[in-house]
C-alpha cells in the first residue's frame, strides 16, 4: 500500500527541504559522537564491550535511517481515481467535496495545503521527512520515531557514564563539550520521546491529531449534555494496534510490511 514517489522525485524533495537535510545531518552527527567520541572514550571501540555496544548503537540508527525513508518516500495515501459517495451512505458518514481538489474526498481525508492534495487519514504534514503522515505511511514514521528515541536514549547513557568522576578529562573545554552534548541528548531523546507517547496515544484509541483537535470539543459537549463520548473509530485497543502495525506481532517492527492496509477509503464506525 505505502507506494514509494519514485527515486528521482524522493531525491528532488530531499534537495528542496532543509528541514529534512537538517534531520539527516542530526542523525549522521548523533551517530558519529556516540560511537567514535563517546563510546569510544567510555569502553574503547578495540574492546568487546565496545564492539558489541557499537554493533548495536548501529543497528538501531540504520532501523530508524531506513523508516525514515519510507517515511518520506512512501506516498501517504492519496484518494482513488474511482472513489465515489455511498449514496445510501451506510456508514453514516458524510462524504465531502474538495473544492481544490475537485473531487469527492472519504471519511478522515483532508486537503493538506503544503502537499496542495487531499491525503487519506491524514494525521498532519512533517516538514522533518517533507511529505504527510496519512494512512499509507504512519507505520514506517512511528517506527522512525520509536527507534529514534531509543537511539537518543542509548546515547544518553554513554554521556552520563563519561560525566562521571571515574574518567578524567585532561582539557576543560572537552568536559564542557561533553556536558553540551549530554544536555542536547537529553533534550532530543525528551521530545523524540513525548512525540512517541503521543501518537501511541493516537494509535491505541484510532485517532489522528487532526481528529483529537475534533474530539475535544465533541468530549465537551458531550460531558456537558450528560453524554459519555466516544471516538466513532476506536474498535479498542488491541485492534486500534493491528489496524496500523497489523496482525503479525512479528512485522511490527518492519516499515515496509504495509500489506494489511487497504485502499483507505472506508471505516468502521463504532457509533452505529
Not at 86 to 104: I, N
Not at 167 to 188: M, P, Q, T
Not at 240 to 268: R, S, Y
Request: proline share 3%; with cysteine.
Amino acid at each position: 500500500m505505502a507506494r514509494r514517489r519514485g527515486a528521482v522525485a524522493a531525491v528532488a524533495a530531499a534537495l528542496s527541504s532543509p528541514a529534512l537535510l537538517a534531520a539527516l545531518s542530526v542523525m549522521a552527527l548523533g551517530y558519529y559522537s556516540t560511537v567514535f567520541v563517546f563510546l569510544d572514550h567510555w569502553l574503547g571501540l578495540g574492546t568487546t564491550a565496545g564492539a558489541a555496544h557499537a554493533a548495536a548503537f548501529s543497528l538501531i540508527v540504520a532501523a530508524c535511517f531506513f523508516s525514515f525513508l519510507c517515511a518520506a518516500a512512501a506516498d501517504p495515501g492519496s484518494v482513488p481515481a474511482a472513489f465515489s459517495p455511498d449514496a445510501e451512505d451506510p456508514q453514516g458518514l458524510k462524504s465531502r467535496y474538495c473544492d481544490k481538489c475537485c473531487m469527492y474526498k472519504p471519511a478522515r481525508t483532508h486537503h493538506c495545503k503544503v502537499c496542495k492534495r487531499c491525503v487519506l487519514k491524514m494525521d498532519h504534514h512533517c516538514v522533518w521527512i517533507n511529505n504527510c503522515v496519512g494512512y499509507a505511511n504512519y507505520k514506517p514514521f512511528i517506527i522512525c520515531v520509536l527507534n529514534a528515541t531509543t537511539g537518543s536514549l542509548y546515547a544518553v547513557i554513554f554521556v552520563c557514564d563519561l560525566l562521571q568522576t571515574g574518567h578524567n578529562f585532561d582539557i576543560l573545554y572537552v568536559k564542557i563539550i561533553h556536558i553540551l552534548a549530554g544536555v542536547v541528548l537529553f533534550s532530543l531523546c525528551l521530545t523524540i520521546g513525548s512525540l512517541l507517547c503521543w501518537h501511541i496515544y493516537l494509535m491505541c484509541h484510532n485517532m489522528t491529531t487532526i481528529e483529537y483537535r475534533e474530539a475535544v470539543r465533541a468530549k465537551w459537549l458531550a460531558k456537558k449534555s450528560g453524554q459519555n463520548y466516544r471516538h466513532r473509530f476506536d474498535q479498542g485497543t488491541r485492534k486500534n494496534i493491528q489496524m496500523i502495525m497489523g496482525t503479525n506481532v512479528f512485522c511490527w517492527l518492519c516499515p515496509t510490511a504495509t500489506g494489511h492496509l487497504k485502499d483507505g477509503t472506508e471505516f468502521q464506525n463504532t457509533n452505529n
